[in-house]
C-alpha cells in the first residue's frame, strides 16, 4: 500500500477516534466511503485478486466481532470502521490490527474497572451501568441500556471508545509491521 492510501487511512482513523472519544459516534459519513473507496481502489489497482484482498480484510475485520456487536456489545459505528479498514489493509495487515486494538481494548478496561471500583456508587446510574436487570439476557434491552448508558454524563467512565482502540492499533500495525 503507498503512501496516499496509508494517509488516507491514518486520517480515517484519527478523526473517528476524536469523534468517538468526543461524544462516543464514529459516523457513517466516514466509514462508508472509506470502505468503499478502499474496494474500488485495490479493484482498479490490482484487479480482481486486489478486490478479493479487500473483501477478505473487511470479513477479518468483521467476522470476530459480529457476535458482539448482534448482542449489543459493539456499536455499527465500530463495525463500520473495522470494514473500512480492513478493506484498505487486506486480512493480514487486519488481523494485526485486530490483535492490538484488543490489547489495548483489554488495558483500557483494566484501567477504568480499577478507576470505578475506587469511585462510590453515586446513584441509579451506577446500578444501571453493572446490568443487574434480569432482563439482560435481551438483546434489544441491552441495545436500549447501551444507548441509555451513552446519554448520561458520566459515560465516560463506563464506555470505551472504540475508534481510539482501533487507531492505537493502526498505528502500532503500521510502525510493527511497516
Not at 474497572?113 to 469511585?119: G, K
Not at 448520561?152 to 470505551?160: L, N, Y
Amino acid at each position: 500500500m503507498g503512501p496516499l492510501p496509508q494517509a488516507l487511512v491514518l486520517a480515517a482513523v484519527l478523526i473517528a477516534a476524536g469523534t468517538d472519544l468526543w461524544n462516543f459516534r464514529i459516523y457513517n459519513a466516514l466509514t462508508i466511503p472509506l470502505c468503499l473507496l478502499g474496494l474500488v481502489y485495490h479493484w482498479s489497482t490490482e484487479g480482481a485478486s486486489g478486490l478479493v484482498t479487500s473483501v477478505l480484510g473487511i470479513l477479518v475485520a468483521n467476522l470476530p466481532f459480529f457476535r458482539m456487536w448482534m448482542k449489543g456489545g459493539m456499536g455499527a459505528g465500530d463495525m463500520a470502521l473495522l470494514a473500512g479498514i480492513g478493506s484498505w489493509v487486506g486480512p493480514w495487515a487486519m488481523l494485526h490490527v485486530i490483535i492490538v486494538s484488543g490489547f489495548a481494548t483489554g488495558f483500557f478496561t483494566v484501567v477504568l474497572l480499577i478507576r470505578n471500583r475506587m469511585q462510590p456508587a453515586t446513584g441509579p446510574h451506577q446500578a444501571a451501568s453493572h446490568g443487574g436487570t434480569p432482563e439482560s439476557s435481551n438483546s434489544s434491552h441491552r441495545v436500549c441500556k447501551m444507548r441509555y448508558a451513552l446519554r448520561q454524563p458520566d459515560r465516560r467512565v463506563r464506555v470505551i471508545p472504540f475508534g481510539v482502540m482501533v487507531a492505537i492499533g493502526v498505528i502500532v500495525t503500521k510502525l510493527w509491521i511497516g
